[in-house]
């Protein structure tokens, strides 16, 4: 029997045919974080993980729309009592989001605190030339819950500071196709690492990951550790099992 993969985050809903991409997810047998990029989307992208009982959903606002969806805040307050999932949150500091800047702050605290005051979540994190501003934010609410910085780009100096204050990674074979991301993969905490896609963004040799399509990341992550792919798979299976174990 072949082992489980993780794909801790991965945008079912913008497949060109979300509900096949479901029904693949689950068929690959794979843990799937389907993670969405605006509250109005929530309700629906949890309807796509309906008996599947591996894919969970988790309400987001993604920075790069967070300038226009703004008031969508609302919806974000209606539903996040229904899930211990947030994401994809965060900030994006890239030229072509900085008009945004201020909003994507305001939407940004105002998604930790409605998550502390809720008890904490399970965050998945965006941080595109913002890693610096991310882990402020994440000093200010640490009561917010366990943020999961994804698609990591940071310094090796940010690095070691999201380390040090308690995040955990997200990192995917896009991630890795790059030497400063393998780099920095190498430096994460073996017991606080994931595998995900940002499919179908997430791409390699220019086509767009399937969910569940992590096995170059396992690759690369085995090396790392020291051990084969197999062990590799558990001991990320056990880490998944801290992480959606964990009091929050
Ligand atoms: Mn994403």
Known sequence: MSLSVVDFHCHLDLYENPALAARRAHELGAYILSVTTTPSAWAGTNALAQGYGRIRTSLGLHPQVAGSRIAELEIFDEFIHETRYVGEVGLDGSPSCQNSWAKQLLAFRHILKASASAGGRILTIHSRHATTAVLDELDLYPDAGIPILHWFTGTKS????????????????????????RAMASLMPSDRVLTETDGPFGKLDKQGLAPGEVFQAIHYLAKCWGVDCDTATRMMLQTLRRLTTSAL
């Open 158 to 181: 940010e690095l070691m500071r999201a380390i040090g204050r308690g995040c955990w990674f997200s990192v995917g074979p896009a991630m890795l196709a790059s030497a400063k991301g």
